[in-house]
């Protein structure tokens, strides 16, 4: 909302007791603070609401590193959506996400809200994490991933807590909120063999996230769309496969690797592409990098045909191993 808006809904939520109002537009206020670099405004807000009982400080360490003991890490987002290897129709989308995003006080004026919740399936290593900092980056704002480690407790109970402890946290920051696996929480609450104890723990997921305010952009990724709840499949506003590379994805990628070497790999980027066994962008990536490595360490005397060479032989005996 604009400030003007705030400061109306806050007057509003005072002058009729509404205390779900009041918490919202505190929240939004304290965000928009936050993200001016307003820090401590931001917390000060946030002590209020405390302070009154609405909210507990939630157990969080922001970290680079996902330090112990916390919910969630911090990741700076750094990749654009021109590094990614994604279709014209799943980039056209996220752009549009991020437009919605930016441009939200003109949506608010005719009543709408901009789109906030995304659900990235596909197998892993094909940039969903990616994907995530990508969105992130474009939006300029922190990156949060949830620590499944940290969350899930021995007793379900504590994992209810602990989910209301950081959905408290993230409503006050402007932010992308990742849950990578997503099935891990999200599972079908029609399974038989899940407690009903674990079915209100996905109920009460749901209904957090359908809570949080439009500018919390929530990511979900999975590698089993199959096991998720159908009721999370709705809730999703934007939901994008992300596929294993095709042979011409293959190709650019090692154009671009090529170019950022500026030099010839010995191999054309199509012969690169054809004889790769590679089912994901990650290993691609992990390729690049072994010839990378080990042009390095040859230096200066570094034949880069022969290096790109060993790499394939490495490789095909990896994928034979594999099978």
Known sequence: MS?????????????QGDQQLLRTTVEAMAAEERAKHHHQLANKLEENLRANGRTRSPEVV???????????YEIEPRRAFDALFLDAASLAA??????????KDILRSYGLEPRNRVLLSGPPGNGKTSLAEAIAAQLL????VVRYEAVIGSFLGETSGRLK?????????QCVLFFDEFDTLGKERGDVHETGEIKRVVSSLLLQIDA????????????HAELLDRAVWRRFQLRLSLPAPTLAQKEE????????????LGFSPKTLATKIQASSFSDLEQFC???QRRYVLSLPDANLKRIVAERLKQWQARFTISQ
């Open 253 to 264: 990628w090692f154009t671009r690797f090529q170019a950022r070497l500026e030099g010839p």
């Open 94 to 103: 996220c752009r549009e996400l991020v437009e919605e995003q930016h441009r």
């Open 141 to 144: 704002v922190p990156l949060f």
């Open 3 to 15: 400030r003007a808006d705030l400061i109306v809904s806050l007057v509003k939520a005072g002058s």
């Open 212 to 223: 949080l305010p439009s500018h919390v952009v929530v990511v979900t990724a999975t590698n």
């Open 289 to 291: 990098e072994d010839i």
């Open 165 to 173: 402890k950081l959905f408290d946290f993230v409503r006050t920051h």
């Open 62 to 72: 922001r970290s680079f590193d996902g330090g112990h003991g916390g919910l969630l």
